[in-house]
Structure formats: C-alpha cells, structure tokens
C-alpha cells in the first residue's frame, strides 16, 4: 500500500516548519523547513513527525496553524484561510487526543454524588510528606445513602463511614480530600464534617469485607442553612471554601484551635422538639472564618483563585459568576452569564473558569477582561444540564477540560479547536458510560495518574485512562 507521500508526490508542495511547545515532542532544535505535497492530510503529516522523533511504535498527531486544527489537507486549509502556498507554513505538532479506554468500573449502592481522588499527581497528594506509591492510589465517592467509600485500584472498598442510622452524617453531595489523612464533605444536613482517614498499614484491616476500617468525623462545621453543593480545598492554606442553596458561599479553616465558635441557633441542641432534632455530632463544632457576599440565588461552586488563594470565585443558579476578595470578604467583580450555572472549576494555564450551565453548555470566563466581557468560549454539545466540570491535569497539556451532564454524557473539550472569543461550538469526544442509557452524570475528577473518573445517577464509578 503506498503511503500518504507516495499517493500525493504528484501534486503541489509547500515548505513547512514543523514546532512543538510539548516538552515529550523533542524535535531537533535546528530542523529547517520541510518541503511536503500540499494534499497531505494529518496521517501523512504524523508519519513525518514520528520518523523524525524515531518512535519505536506509531504515534497520531494532531497539527495546529495559527491555534486552529488541519483538519483536511494542507491545500484545503490554505484555501479556507487564503494563505498562500508560496509561504512557508507553521505547523505546531500536538498528541491527537483520543478517548482515553475505558480501565473499570466499580458499582455502587446507590447515587454517587461527588468523586475525588488521592495520588501522587492530585493536590492532596503532591502536599504529603509521603509520596503516594504508585498502585496505591485511591478514590472516594460521596453518596445520596450518605455513606463515604474509599475504593482501591481494584474496586475494593478499603474504608467507608458508618450508615447514617448510626451517624450525623445525611444524603451527601460533596467531597474533597484535604491531604492523605483527611477528607471533607458535606451534604443535605447543611454541616461540613471533617473525617480522618484510617492508616492502611494493617493489611488484615484492609482486607476485611465489609471493611473494618471506618471514616470518623473529628470535627464539624456549622453555618449554612440550607444544603451544601460543592466545597474545594486550598493545597497551600489547607482553608475550605463551600458553596451553599442558602445563596452564600463560606470560608473555613480546618484547624479547631483557630477556628471561631459555630453560631448555637444552628446546631442540634438548638432545635427544641425532640423529633425534629439531628443526631448531635461526637466531635467538637466550629463555625466559618467569613461568609462571602451573597447571591440572589444557590450558590453552586466556589473555588480557589490556581495561583492566588487569596482570591475565591464563586458561580450561582442566578447567572453570575463572582470574584471575592478573601482577605476582605469585598466582592471585585460579578460577571453575569447568559443561563443558571451549576458547576465551576478554573483553567489555571488558560486564565479561564469553566462554568456548567442549564443552558446544556459549558460557558468559558477570561476572569482577567473587562467585566462587561462575559463569555470567552461557549461549548456546545451536551443535550442536558452540565453537572460537573474539571480541568486536565497540569503535566497533560492544559488544553482539555472534562464535563458530565445530566444527559448521561461525560465529554472531553479541546479548547484549541475554536479561537478564543468567537464563541462558536467545539468539537469533542464523548465517553461511553455503561450501558448509554443517559443517567444522569453528577460528578467528574480528572488527575493524571489515575485518569478521568466519572460517576452518577447509574450507581458506578467508572475509570478511563489513557496508557
């Protein structure tokens, strides 16, 4: 079979000069310019890139000129842009992004709300002072039965919270590790609770089923009156921030001896008829450090400013996302979209927030512009609410971003295939979940060495990974 060059030899040619800003794509440093038929496709150009890279096994290129993909010849792509073919064209050789294969899937016993992971990539784990080996990595998943689970590699449940007919703990919603030893949750019952996490040095404990090892709250945080939706960590401070249906978004500090005392109207002793009262929590209650100004509606993410944890952005189902001043508690700015907005996470290499919308959208935010600026990028393609949105992982390129909808669709966003500020749609990949039948997709976490995790309304937690 001939090859792409051989098939495409007799038409025109153009000088190109292939670049690269991905450290792994080592190109030569002096490499010139390089004459190629003008009909070549991206194959033809990937068989160029790998012969001069010398890979042992084929790899798939994609190729990017002026931050937008060859996607079909080289003449075609001039033709469309009115490039000359007398030019020298530059192309940027990037990794194809392909759907990451599906690794495993662990099933539950009922709804998983939230997912987050512990390796030696994740925030929690680059902070330990031991390194997380690797094949020791973990996942823990909050759940509508109220029960935290910790998972292995191998779907094995090797620590979980005790029932909640036993526990304060109720129907939970979110869940973030704050370093290896420690995670924090919340949920329906408007308390954030932080739970140690047993050591898994005992090898008979772990190995019990169901597990012997259980997840103890040691210390409970009052101040929202009304179910929490999300809580984030800051790696660098160790502070929470939650986000809340009351229409506040708090700030937390994890240290009992530092933190202020939880207002008495909210705890369990407060409620005076007996039936109506909570479980009162077996561990010691404290309250937030501030409340950030309000929204008109639930507050639906809050997070930490990548590169400044002084800065916390906050997203509501009123429209807006806003960016507090922590140090003031004094809003900066409010930036108003164009739909309810129900997850946030930032795009620390891009500047950009992503934000899942009723509007069956992920709406992109330049958090640096003008206020008045409201959407970067708009990607199109989900067929219902987006639930849950998280960032590819630093080390990966910095490109992708992950989104799980109601719809049942978890996909994978490349943001160099449309321009920043034109708002048009944008391709993506779509991963299989299950069976397809559309769960609903409640939680997303993406990390490096674990892969894009995924859970929801279908009662599994699903791994991919690219290998």
């Not at 609903?440 to 929801?456: E, L, M, N, P």
Request: charged share 20%; net charge neutral.
């Amino acid at each position: 079979m001939e090859s792409d060059f051989q098939a495409a030899s007799a038409g025109a040619q153009i000088k190109v000069q292939f670049t690269s800003k991905d450290r792994r794509i080592d190109l030569p440093e002096d490499l010139a310019p390089i004459v190629v038929p003008a009909e070549l496709r991206r194959a033809g150009l990937s068989q160029i890139i790998n012969h001069l890279l010398q890979t042992p096994t084929p790899t798939p290129f994609a190729f990017l000129s002026n931050g937008a993909f060859i996607r079909s010849s080289i003449q075609d792509h001039l033709s469309q842009n009115g490039l000359s073919i007398e030019q020298t064209l530059t192309l940027e050789a990037v990794y194809a992004r392909l759907p990451p294969p599906h690794v495993s899937t662990f099933p539950h016993d009922d709804w998983i709300s939230g997912v987050d992971v512990l390796s030696a990539t994740s925030p929690a784990g680059q902070i330990s002072d031991n390194a997380i080996v690797v094949g020791q990595e973990r996942i823990i998943t909050s759940s509508y039965d109220g029960i935290l689970r910790i998972w292995d590699n191998n779907g094995k449940i090797v620590a979980a919270s005790s029932s909640p007919k036993s526990a304060p703990l109720r129907s939970l919603k979110a869940i973030r590790y704050l370093n290896p030893s420690t995670v924090v949750t919340g949920g329906m019952d408007r308390v954030i609770r932080l739970c140690n996490i047993p050591s898994t040095s005992n090898p008979d404990e772990m190995d019990s089923d169901p597990p012997s090892a259980s997840l103890n709250p040691k210390l409970a945080l009052y101040g929202h009156t009304a179910p929490i939706e999300s809580l984030s960590v800051s790696p660098s401070t160790s502070q929470i921030l939650s986000a809340s249906a009351d229409h506040t978004a708090k700030l937390w500090t994890p240290h009992q001896s530092s933190a202020p005392p939880a207002s008495p109207s909210l705890l369990p002793s407060a409620y005076k008829r007996s039936a109506q009262r909570p479980p009162s929590d077996p561990c010691p209650t404290r309250g937030p450090l501030t409340t950030l100004p309000a929204h008109t509606g639930p507050v639906s993410g809050a997070i930490f400013k990548p590169s400044d944890p002084t800065v916390a952005y906050t997203s509501s189902w009123d429209h807006t996302i806003a960016t507090v001043d922590l140090t003031t508690s004094s809003l900066v700015t409010r930036r108003e979209t164009s739909a309810s907005l129900f997850a946030l996470c930032a795009l620390p290499g891009l500047s950009l927030l992503a934000a899942g919308s009723a509007a069956r959208s992920v709406i992109l935010v330049d958090v640096r512009a003008d206020s008045r600026d409201v959407a970067a990028l708009t990607l199109r393609g989900h067929r219902n609410v987006v639930a849950a949105v998280a960032a590819e992982p630093e080390g990966e390129g910095g490109w992708g971003l992950a989104s799980g909808g109601h719809d049942g669709a978890v996909r994978i966003w490349d943001l160099r295939t449309v321009q920043q500020g034109k708002g048009g749609e944008s391709s993506s990949l779509v991963l299989k979940r299950g069976e397809g039948n559309g769960e609903k997709v409640f939680a997303v976490c993406w990390d490096r060495t674990v892969g894009i995790v995924s859970a929801g309304e279908d009662k599994k937690v699903q791994v991919n990974r690219r290998e």
